[in-house]
């Protein structure tokens, strides 16, 4: 399994017999190199997104075209999508769990917002989400954007998730301490993988409190477009 970080909340998660895109955004992302754009999309056989917003969802549809991966995610956004954009979806609510080849992706809560822009101001697009993945043997948490929550602790209990891909950088999403509260509360991680931070001055740039909080766990904190092994 490979999971490479495509900044902000985005990565391209090489598992099974797939090739995941988890809320890929590259167009006005400041953090990733543009001249890699392609590496990070090549081979994509589904494009997962948690939910609406232009940092998570604003490439989808563009994405979708350019390599035919099919979107997946929410009912509602992708019903709208389908429907106004004549591509290709797979739209699933939270309890559900989809088959991508051999790979299991369940969708869980996550406590956040969903909208995407319109002409006439933000339109709603069906309730924000994380992601269960279940692959190789190993079972991925993605947070997708939250706050802490009290879902976690079913989450937890219930799939065992061994890795944790959270968010982390604070102001629209828990911060790198709480990130270490949850894991430690309501997970037992091996490896955790902080995302939407860094991007901008406004989140945090460091990962050291998440790694002062959980000493026995492996955290990885990945550069853009570096690719970790599990």
Not at 33 to 43: F, L, N, S, T
Not at 61 to 90: C, K, Q, S
Not at 205 to 217: C, E, H, R, T
């Amino acid at each position: 399994m490979k999971v490479t970080w495509l900044g902000h909340g985005s990565f391209r998660l090489e598992i099974g017999d797939q090739v995941l895109l988890i809320d890929p955004w590259f167009t006005g992302n400041p953090v990733f190199p543009e001249h890699r754009r392609a590496e990070a999309i090549e081979g994509a056989t589904h494009i997962l997104i948690t939910h609406g917003h232009g940092d998570h969802a604003g490439d989808a549809l563009g994405l979708t075209r350019e390599t035919g991966a099919p979107l997946v995610g929410i009912y509602d956004l992708m019903g709208h999508w389908e429907a106004t954009e004549n591509v290709a979806t797979i739209g699933f609510n939270k309890g559900g769990t989809v088959m991508l080849g051999d790979v299991a992706v369940s969708m869980v809560a996550a406590v956040h917002s969903s909208s995407i822009g319109t002409e006439n101001g933000p339109a709603y697009a069906g309730a924000e989400a994380g992601f269960i993945i279940k692959g190789e043997g190993r079972v991925i948490y993605v947070s997708g954007d939250t706050d802490i929550m009290a879902d976690m602790g079913w989450i937890g209990e219930y799939y065992a998730p061994d890795i944790g891909i959270l968010c982390a950088g604070g102001h629209f999403t828990m911060d790198m301490k709480a990130a270490a509260w949850a894991a430690k509360k309501y997970f037992d991680f091996k490896v955790v993988i902080p995302c939407h931070y860094k991007t901008f001055p406004l989140l945090e740039q460091s990962a050291d409190p998440l790694i002062a909080g959980l000493p026995d766990v492996d955290v990885r904190t990945p550069d853009v477009m570096e690719t970790v092994t599990l």
